[in-house]
Nanobody
C-alpha cells in the first residue's frame, strides 16, 4: 500500500508562485510515475504534469513553461513548482501514482494511488 499526502496549497494572487509537495510512503515506488492533477469547481479532473522515477517528465500544454514537476527520491517527495499563476489555475490539486510512463499518466483511469488533494486558489 502506498499513501500520498499533498501539502502547500493556499490562496495566492495572480502572477505569484506556489510550490506543492506530495509525500509518499509505504511500499517501494521505484516503478511508479508520480503525477499532479487538478479539478476546478464544476469541471472534470485534468492532468497537469507527471514524472518518472528517473526524472523524465511530461506536462500539459496549459501549464508548460509555468509549472515544473520534480521529485526527490531520497525524501520520497514530488514537487510542483507553480509560477505565473492565473485565476484559471484555481482548483483542488491531487497527487497520484501509476505504473506507467509520465505521458501515459494523462489517462487517469486505473491509477494505483491518489492523495486527498490540496486547495489552490488564485485571486485576480
Amino acid at each position: 500500500q502506498v499513501q500520498l499526502v499533498e501539502s502547500g496549497g493556499g490562496l495566492v494572487q495572480a502572477g505569484k508562485s506556489l510550490r506543492l509537495s506530495c509525500g509518499f510512503s509505504g511500499r517501494t515506488v521505484t516503478a511508479y510515475s508520480m503525477g499532479w492533477f487538478r479539478q476546478a469547481p464544476g469541471k472534470e479532473r485534468e492532468f497537469v504534469a507527471a514524472i518518472s522515477w528517473t526524472g523524465i517528465n511530461y506536462s500539459s500544454d496549459s501549464v508548460k513553461g509555468r509549472f515544473v514537476i520534480s521529485r526527490d527520491n531520497t525524501r520520497n517527495t514530488v514537487y510542483l513548482q507553480m509560477n505565473s499563476l492565473k485565476p484559471e489555475d484555481t482548483g483542488v490539486y491531487y497527487c497520484a501514482a501509476g505504473r506507467r510512463t509520465p505521458q501515459a499518466m494523462r489517462v487517469m483511469s486505473d491509477l494505483d494511488y491518489w492523495g486527498q488533494g490540496t486547495q489552490v486558489t488564485v485571486s485576480s
